[in-house]
């Protein structure tokens, strides 16, 4: 079984140290300092107390790697579209493109059934780069759990976290799905196989889906932000529009909305994703977590005023910074 992980940054250096340890083919898509640091020293991950260096196979040209069995893409999800050609050399008849990305993903409706069944986001696949050059039938969800962070190049350190939940999109107990969910439990790693992984998608994305955009206008860390009286009536309301909108979907919660923002307030002092991305100058996930929902709102004719409000304001505070187009 031959894996390539694009984009091995802080996830997939962290699955890409995993998985070599267990003795599987991986290699490895990365650029810049990261990957130079890569290519002459290994990768390294710090674990606790524990600090592992592997070497491994890395490049930043896809044709150096060939055909894979499995593509785990892991860049953030404004930046697939625009290298979807680049993977051209990595997929084969029987290549499966599994989508390690946050948000909405571009293959929400396929196989959902239904009279939306097929609907595309622009949102998220603007041109519909992905659907018509990956094609919708390659793709293998993945709801991503673990944090971690690039301390400096060519170094990972694990934060919490090994669940990689997996799941078919019309919610099967595929063999391919079986096979890597096997290949990822021996690196050490939780890889259960979901019938229902849209539900795990909604659940994580109503976090970021409101604390996201709320720390980068506010700068709180999540501690402040879900027990601030005002924020956190923000998130709330944030949070019950996009479930109105996922239960229209079909999707069903196995938590309600004042836990979600409790366990939140008991990560402690975090500083969000996106927050981190606006201090460091890097583009923002904007559109896979909060214009997304908004278009499924328009999709499923559910209003969304809170959500178009706070996305206004991000949308400006981005562009004021240079981040957003």
């Known amino acids: 079984m031959k894996i390539c992980i694009f984009g091995a940054g802080a996830i997939g250096g962290y699955m890409g140290v995993k998985l070599s340890q267990a003795g599987a083919d991986v290699s490895l898509v990365a650029r810049g300092p990261h990957l130079a ?17 592997v070497p491994v196979t890395a490049s930043d040209n896809p ?15 404004h930046s697939v579209p625009p290298v979807v050609s680049k993977m051209a050399p990595l997929i084969g008849d029987h290549t499966t493109i599994v989508s390690g990305v946050n948000g909405v993903p571009w293959w929400y409706f396929h196989k959902l ?11 998220v696949d603007p041109d519909n780069a992905q659907w018509d050059g990956f094609g919708p039938d390659r793709v293998l969800g993945c709801v991503v759990y673990p944090a971690a962070e690039v301390v400096e190049p060519g170094v990972i350190k ?10 078919e999109p019309d919610g099967s107990k595929s063999d391919r ?23 795990e998608i909604w659940v994580k994305l ?16 999540l501690d402040v932000l879900c027990t601030d009286d005002g924020t956190r009536q923000v998130a709330r309301n944030m949070m019950i529009e996009a479930q ?18 409790a366990g939140g307030a008991a990560v402690g002092a975090h500083r969000t994703s996106m927050l981190q991305d606006l201090d460091q100058g890097r583009p923002m996930e904007i559109d896979a977590l909060v214009t997304s929902v908004q278009e499924l709102g328009r999709v499923t004719g559910i209003a969304t005023p809170t959500i178009d409000t706070v996305l ?9 910074a240079g981040l957003y187009s």
């Open 206 to 221: 109503w976090g970021n889906l409101s604390f996201n955009p709320i720390s980068a206008l506010t700068h709180a860390t």
């Open 177 to 199: 799905a079986v096979a890597l969910s096997q290949a990822l439990s021996q690196a050490g790693l939780k890889a259960p196989v979901r019938p229902k992984l849209r539900d």
């Open 63 to 77: 044709a150096d790697l060939g055909v894979q069995d499995y593509i785990i893409v892991t860049l953030k999800a």
């Open 37 to 53: 640091a890569m290519q002459k020293n290994g990768l390294t991950l710090i674990e606790e107390d524990q600090t592992t260096n």
């Open 312 to 320: 206004a304001l991000l949308r400006l505070r981005a562009r004021t």
């Open 244 to 261: 109105h909108i996922a239960e229209a979907l079909g999707v069903k919660f196995p938590i309600d909305v004042d836990r979600r923002i």
């Open 158 to 167: 694990h934060i919490e976290g090994n669940r990689f939940s997996l799941g």
């Open 113 to 123: 059934g239904g009279d939306l069944d097929g609907t595309r986001l622009a949102s």
